[in-house]
Each structure stands twice: as structure tokens, then as C-alpha cells.
């Protein structure tokens, strides 16, 4: 019996490489742009969420104080602008963490902030809260009330303990 000589298969081998390795490529393009569609997608969704919770609590207060003028009834917690920017998401955490914490103040007379301000300024100015396994320190620059709304501004920084 005799055995073709290889050289005849040689031409069949190389195409039948490339073609697996354009295979292999393709597969790892396209996972690539999956994975990137797919945190964008997860991306809105946290920050769709985080939204959704703030405005269920938002219209639960406006329910129940609609008819008091002078009353906190709506929070909004903001944060200025940092040298080294950090994750949006992180940052949406951090003041929805923050907004349940004031949520104490919510239907609190306007006229009685001044003690309110102070009690919250000590108990929330350098407070640590932990998002993602990482530490994160807030400092609170401004409380302002506008007919009805607590808009509070903070400094995020990460935290670093000793």
C-alpha cells in the first residue's frame, strides 16, 4: 500500500488553519462587544433603579404632605464635582445611601432646620460608607430647602483608615 506524499495536503492544512483562526477571532470579537453591550445595559439599569426608588419615596412623601406648605417633603442629595472622577454608579449608591439617611428630616418644619441642620451636620459630616467593598468618606458642603426641597451637596472621597 502506498502513502500519498504530504506536500499534496500542505495547501489543504494552511486554509484549514486560517480558517479556524479566523473562527477563533471572530469569537473573541464578538464576546468583546457583548460584554461591553451588556455593562452598559447593567449600567442603566442600576442607574434606572436607584431613580425609581428615589421617586416611589418621593411621591409617598408628597402624598402624605401635599397639603402643608411649610414642611420638608422632598430630598435631593447631590455631589460636587472631584478632582480624580469616581464611578457614577458608586456615586449614585453613595447619595441614595445618603437620602435614606436624611429621610428622618422629610415632613420636618421648615422653620425648625436650623436645629435640624446642626444634628445633621455632626452625625453625617465624615461619615464612611462602603460601596463595592471600598470605603467612601462624605463631607456635607451645603443644605439648602426651596419650597419644600432639602437639596444637600457632598464631598466624596475614599476613604482611608489608619
Known amino acids: 500500500m ?3 506524499p504530504f506536500k499534496r495536503f ?8 486560517i480558517f479556524v483562526l479566523g473562527m477563533v477571532i471572530g469569537s473573541v470579537m464578538y464576546n468583546g462587544i457583548f460584554h461591553a453591550s451588556y455593562n452598559n445595559l447593567w449600567l442603566k439599569y442600576q442607574d434606572l433603579r436607584i431613580q425609581i426608588e428615589q421617586y416611589e419615596e418621593d411621591i409617598k412623601t408628597l402624598k402624605k404632605y401635599n397639603k402643608q406648605q411649610t414642611v420638608i417633603k422632598e430630598i435631593r442629595a447631590r455631589a460636587e464635582q472631584q478632582d480624580p472622577p469616581l464611578d457614577s454608579i458608586v456615586v449614585k449608591e ?3 445611601k445618603l437620602s435614606n439617611d436624611l429621610d428622618v428630616l422629610r415632613g420636618r418644619s421648615v422653620f425648625e ?3 435640624d441642620n446642626k444634628i445633621t451636620r455632626s452625625l453625617l459630616n ?4 462602603t460601596v463595592r467593598d471600598k470605603e467612601y468618606e462624605i463631607q456635607i458642603k451645603t443644605m439648602l ?12 472621597t475614599v476613604s482611608v483608615r489608619s
Open 126 to 129: 465624615g461619615k464612611i460608607y
Open 2 to 4: 502506498r502513502v500519498p
Open 10 to 17: 500542505r495547501p489543504f492544512s494552511q486554509l484549514a488553519s
Open 94 to 96: 453613595i447619595l441614595l
Open 145 to 156: 430647602i426651596l419650597e419644600g426641597v432639602l437639596q444637600v451637596w457632598v464631598e466624596i
Open 113 to 115: 432646620i436650623d436645629t
